[in-house]
């Protein structure tokens, strides 16, 4: 069946919606370890960044945004140039549909044509559906820190994932 969506670069109209997803996620989720809604600046530095390797993300349909992915340095020293880690959020309304695998692919795809070697990403546990999306792209787990989060009154988990492209 043909998606009922697409899949497109962001730009500074989507931010409104990019950060009403993320900010639900930090207000009552655990994926992110953040607890308040990002600022609008910090979204602009994800829309805005033309460094090789930073992609920014959404699918959309005719209702509007329906989920994000996007890629920054994974720390700032040189020697990590070539790597970059990645981060997806899809609306709830929205998941189980493809979406999050589709702006993974397409994401991965900008990456390693823009010369990326690894991309790396942390998944807070439990998250099934990351788990899963992660997997089924190629990421391989390569470790855990345990209890390096606490949020919602308890101890959480991060397995950490590699894709080497
Ligand atoms: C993780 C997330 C991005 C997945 O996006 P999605 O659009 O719902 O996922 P998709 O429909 O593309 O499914 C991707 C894969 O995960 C599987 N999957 C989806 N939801 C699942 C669930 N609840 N449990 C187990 N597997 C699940 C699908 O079957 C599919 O597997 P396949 O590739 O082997 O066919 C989405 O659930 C989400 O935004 N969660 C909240 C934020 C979050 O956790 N972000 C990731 C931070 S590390």
Known sequence: ??????????THDDIPAMSAIYGREAREGHATFD???????????YVESRAP??????AADATGVLGYAYSTAYRPKPAYGHTRESTVYVDPSAQGRGIGRALYAELIERMRRAGVHVVVAGIALPNDAS?????SCGF???????????KLDRWIDVEFYQLTL
Not at 35 to 45: F, G, N
Not at 53 to 58: M, R
Not at 131 to 135: I, P
């Open 1 to 10: 069946m043909a998606a009922d969506f697409v899949v497109r670069e962001a």
């Open 35 to 45: 607890v308040e809604p990002r600022s609008h600046q910090a979204w602009s530095a």
């Open 53 to 58: 390797g930073d992609v920014a993300l959404v």
């Open 131 to 135: 788990t899963r999306l992660h997997t």
């Open 140 to 150: 391989t787990p390569v470790g855990t820190f345990r209890e390096v989060g606490r």
